[in-house]
């Protein structure tokens, strides 16, 4: 059993869906479970949609070219304009346009039923057009599989009823195609509860872990893992290989070409990760898997959209281990992960991605007990195992606010005056 991932970007037009199918074929057999994203950037316009209707504003052109987006790329797939695809579209947007319209008092709840709607179409054209080319494929409805508690949004994996459910579900049935969504899941009342942003590559390693599958490939624009994002570098390198640690770190750091959730449970079950290009799907990508290297060359990682939040004590009691507990357990409360930290005598800062949805509440609910300084529009740079010249060419003309060294690994935090990083 082998776990394939196809993302937003490999099933953005008709002609993606016919590479993507291609690849499948050519690269895989059954039994293989195929995640797909939704199309392009569709889950950014169902978030829009969603937006829309939060604030009042008429949202109803927005859903029209929504559909229209998916009714071009299936028009071109499929000759017979009246496929039964058509249909299953029209059904899928009706359903959309009624939660829409649903009560959305509990907002993360709410967004989470529509915005799962991406994936549904994507999916369901994607197991129409393979059947259409008279392939024998399953598809399967991921919020039946993936089981998570109620954290709407950022569901945690219920991993036993999953991988029991899983199992039921792929392991007994014949050896097929099995055509699933990634980033959906849901709750054990039935509602849906995504992932997370990004969160597909996530989905593909809870399956293989589930199936104690052979292999994960994620199929991505780029030939690989590379040690920096080429649009602000200019002498990247591809690694062949890296181990789970160093990927894991990496994706921690901001890297965005996996998830930060998919290594562990591949870890976990020692399931090699492969990422390679759709583009040029027999040229070897990077396997990431349970391995030693020797030193590897530095790793860039450029995180954008930071924001820095100073907590400054205003009664000379210094930053004490009771003040650092107050933060840090609010933190935890509004589930909001700290990027970078650091601590003086009478402030304590935080480095976090901006605009975080839970910050204003926690900023609020510290304002009682401490000064509160902000700055936004930050970048984190994160350089694995950097070297002092790279660490100073990176540095050069940076206004720099928070910076720090361990053994292996250099941080600064910076204002985003700049354009670009290329050398
Ligand atoms: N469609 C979702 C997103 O854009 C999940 C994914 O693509 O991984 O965030």
Known sequence: MKVFKFGGAS???ADAVRNMCRITLEQGAPPLVVIVSAMGKSTNALEELINLNREGKPWEDSLKSFESFHLDIARSLFEDPN???MDKIGNLMDELYEKLNSDHSNFEAYYDRVVCYGELLSTAIVHGYLEAQGIPCTFLDARELIITDNTYREGKVRWLETKKIIGERILRADPSIFITQGFIASNTKGNPVTLGREGSDFT?????YCLEAETVTIWKDVPGILNADPHRWDQTVKYPSLSYAEAAEMTYYGATVIHPKTIRPLAVKKIP???????DPVVEGTRIADLHHPALEPAIIFKPDQCLISFQVRDFTFINERKLSMIFHL????NIKINMMQSSAI?????????DRKMKVLINSLSGEFDILYNDHLELITIKNYQPELVARLKKGKQILLEQKSRK???MLTTTSYSSILA
């Open 273 to 279: 990760l492969i990422v390679k290009s759709f583009m």
């Open 331 to 334: 933190f935890e409360e509004y």
């Open 204 to 208: 593909a390693a809870i399956f293989a």
């Open 409 to 411: 690994n250099y941080q």
């Open 11 to 13: 099933v953005r037009d």
């Open 347 to 355: 402030s304590f800062s935080v480095c976090i991605d901006s605009p």
């Open 83 to 85: 496929h039964r695809i």
